[in-house]
């Protein structure tokens, strides 16, 4: 499976971007989906989750109510909006799947996008 991430930027704390993925694998549907996250001198975290049936979502707290993990199984992509960015929202972005459990491991990662928020 490969991903590509896009819709990093550069962004006042405060406003919004939205983050995309586009897989290539035909069985993609099948696959449960993740943004993870990596900032400077950091751990990678995982930011939110999402069924392949659309059905279950997980957010971590620290942006839970601002981000919002979508998909789009027809084209194969997916989303993550990020609205009343903070700095510390500063990180690369990734995305991931994995065709075992929501909870991971996650075997396939993208090359990750950056995003960084101004204060």
């Known amino acids: 499976v490969q991903l590509v991430e896009s819709g990093g930027g550069l962004v006042q704390a405060g406003g919004s971007l939205r983050l995309s993925c586009a897989a290539s694998?035909?069985?993609?549907?099948?696959?449960?989906m993740a943004w993870f996250r990596q900032a400077p001198g950091k751990e990678r975290e995982i930011v939110a989750r999402?069924?392949?049936?659309?059905?279950?979502?997980y957010y971590a707290d620290s942006v839970k109510g601002r981000f919002t993990i979508s998909r789009d199984n027809t084209k194969k992509m997916l989303f993550l909006q990020m609205n009343s960015l903070k700095s510390e929202d500063t990180a690369v972005y990734y995305c991931?799947?994995?065709?075992?459990?929501?909870?991971?491991?996650?075997?396939?990662w993208g090359q990750g996008t950056q995003v960084t928020v101004s204060s």
């Open positions: 991931a799947a994995t065709p075992r459990e929501l909870g991971g491991p996650y075997d396939y």
């Open positions: 694998e035909r069985t993609f549907s099948s696959y449960h």
């Open positions: 999402i069924s392949w049936s659309i059905t279950s979502t």
